[in-house]
């Protein structure tokens, strides 16, 4: 079946502007996780929903990064006035259910920001 | 907080020969312990997990042991071969309720020489 996709693959920002980065996690799955990936480390976590309800946003850097997930499906994160540090490939996870563990993850949008 | 330490960064075996990473946990409440093979430019893929009820699991070529006391996990890859190449990243999670994300080692560089 189809996996977590996500888009787009790779955007290039001047600083300043507005980014929008979707996610379409497996179908069903409740929980969905974005992390942020800077080169060469190992992915950070961003936020949580489950269903639609964001039960965890601790690893949101500041206010200017916000997500959503209005319908419990399709998630996008927003991150307001970009700046250079927001460079870093951000990655999408869903799983089936809030206590199974499993995440599967999708194939990141590398974000620039020049 | 909460933290992974993942040892050795980078790892260079023959083709053939065991490869072995190690990781140590700091959140004591953590009971799921995947590992994810991230190839260049590609998504983490789950490889193989471990739940705090268990002390070993093993999926062919790949185990994985758990010493919850000491708080140490273990990735062992037997009879390595070319295309295991890879970054492998072992995680720690409290697998369910409101705090399930994952926390995330920084990663080892497995190259393995024909």
């Known amino acids: 079946g189809a996996g977590v996709s996500q888009s787009p693959r790779y955007k290039v920002a001047k600083r300043g502007q507005d980014v929008a980065l979707r996610c379409d996690p497996i179908s069903g799955h409740v929980s969905l996780f974005w992390y942020q990936q800077a080169l060469g480390q190992g992915p950070e976590f961003l936020t949580y929903f489950q269903n639609e309800a964001q039960l965890d946003k601790s690893g949101l850097p500041s206010d200017r990064f916000f997500a959503e997930r209005p319908e419990g499906s399709v998630s996008t994160l927003k991150i307001q006035r970009t700046q250079q540090e927001d460079s870093a490939v951000y990655l999408c996870?869903?799983?089936?259910?809030?206590?199974?563990?499993?995440?599967?993850f999708g194939p990141g949008t590398r974000l620039t920001v020049t | 907080g909460e933290n992974v330490e993942q040892h050795p960064s980078t790892l260079s075996v023959q083709e053939g020969d065991s490869a072995v990473i190690k990781c140590t946990y700091s959140d004591s409440a953590s009971n799921y312990f995947p590992w994810y093979k991230q190839e260049l430019g590609k998504r983490p893929q789950l490889i193989i997990d471990i739940r705090s009820n268990v002390g070993e699991k093993k999926d062919q070529r790949i185990a994985v042991t758990l010493n919850k006391t000491a708080k140490h996990f273990s990735l062992h890859i037997t009879e390595t071969q070319p295309e295991d190449s890879a970054v492998y990243f072992c995680a720690a999670s409290r697998g369910g309720g409101a705090t399930n994300k994952l926390i995330f080692g920084t990663g080892t560089l497995l190259a393995v020489q024909p």
């Open positions: 996870a869903s799983s089936i259910s809030s206590g199974s563990g499993e995440q599967y």
